[in-house]
């Protein structure tokens, strides 16, 4: 499955029936009157937030939707049926903006949400509707109104609680593996994460969803690399795990890299809870981890967590500090919906499969 966060998508209500001129005919009535039946009204488009959706490339092959139009009315008063809907099914977490990119139309965020695009046009009415004491034989009637049409964005923004960021080989997805089911691919060369990956993890009877991003490197904001085209998959997140290599050689440096591309980026990302941590410790002797500590803890302003998820040292305690704070965040805002409530996990064991299947293939992209 390939992975798509964005879709240009063309949209058209179906146009309203015409209504009928019609005269009743029936023996031994010499004087029948109208009986035009009215139109059928045009079938509208609508947008539904479907699980088990997790990318948009379904709109890579169509990309052009048009409801039905309404059948026209008949005579003996006979009304014509409406023009068959059109449902566009979207991942949870979709966003539908105008044809400018800018003006945000709704925000898909629960399962089964459904919102009318465009409506269809009203049937018009038969030449029942005009007959008066002064003109009992009307010879006309409405035609149909037409229906809508836009060109419209699809952006998808993933529905997590927990976001990690970092750069290349910073162990992100090596984390996301060990405390989840998800399976991204993971290898010792930079950007092996070509896309956003999401898992379920569980602690203490508490579960919560994790997005793994593509590493940011310098110059991210401007193009270079991946670039910061995934930061926004971890907007919605209520806390951010930053994860900083051992193998850095400097670790202050690493973590301030990565800062500075999230403040260039915006989007509130960086006045989101921030825990840090040393990630991929068993790689260096207990001197140099101190060393690389006390850098880390200089640049973030705070004590960094030391873990390594080959040898599961830290990783129970990081996942319960990630828990207590999203537990806080959603006592402090029980109105925002839970990404786990948002995914249908709520209420049942997840299954906790990888949300996206790694195929590394870029040429495919968009």
């Known amino acids: 499955m390939k992975f798509l966060d964005e879709a240009k998508v063309y949209i058209r209500s179906g146009d309203g029936g015409a209504g009928a001129v019609s005269f009743r005919r029936e023996k031994f009535v010499e004087f029948g009157g109208p009986d035009g039946g009215d139109g059928g009204r ?23 939707f048009k409801a039905g139009t309404g059948t026209h009315g008949m005579g003996r008063n006979r009304t014509g049926a409406k023009g068959a809907e059109v449902t566009l099914k979207v991942p949870v977490g979709t966003q539908i903006f105008e044809e400018d990119g800018e003006t945000l139309i709704i925000d898909m965020v629960s399962e089964g949400q459904r919102f009318r695009l465009a409506a269809g046009g009203n049937g018009g009415f038969g030449n029942t509707h005009f007959k008066s004491p002064t003109n009992q034989a009307p010879q006309w009637a409405n035609p149909g109104l037409p229906g809508e ?7 998808l923004k993933l529905i997590a609680d927990a976001g990690l960021v970092g750069l290349p080989n910073a162990g992100k997805s090596t984390f996301l593996s060990t405390v989840t089911r998800a399976r991204p691919k993971i290898a010792n060369y930079p950007f092996t994460t070509l896309h956003p990956n999401l898992g379920v993890a569980t602690v203490d009877g508490r ?12 110059g991210a904001h401007e193009g270079t690399g991946l670039g910061d085209r995934f930061l926004g998959h971890i907007e919605r997140t209520r806390v951010i795990l930053h994860l900083v290599s051992a193998m850095e050689e400097n670790a202050g440096k690493a973590y301030k890299t990565v800062k500075k591309e999230l403040d260039a980026y915006g989007g509130g990302l960086t006045d989101k809870t921030e825990i840090v941590a040393l990630s991929q410790i068993d790689v260096v002797d207990p001197d140099e981890r101190k060393k690389k500590l006390a850098s880390l803890k200089r640049a973030s302003g705070q004590t960094p967590l030391a873990i390594s998820a080959i040898t599961g040292l830290g990783m129970r305690e990081v996942q319960r500090e990630l828990a207590r704070i999203i537990d806080e965040a959603r006592r402090a805002d029980p109105g925002v919906q839970s990404a786990t409530t948002a995914h249908g996990h709520s209420g049942r064991k997840p299954k906790q499969e990888p949300m996206f299947d790694e195929d590394g293939d870029e040429e495919d992209w968009d």
């Open 42 to 64: 045009g079938g509208d488009v609508w947008v539904e937030a479907a699980n088990g959706l997790n990318t948009l490339i379904d709109f890579r092959f169509q990309q052009h």
């Open 149 to 155: 049409e836009k060109t419209l964005w699809l952006r």
């Open 207 to 218: 579960e919560f969803i994790i997005a793994d991003i593509p590493g940011l490197i310098e």
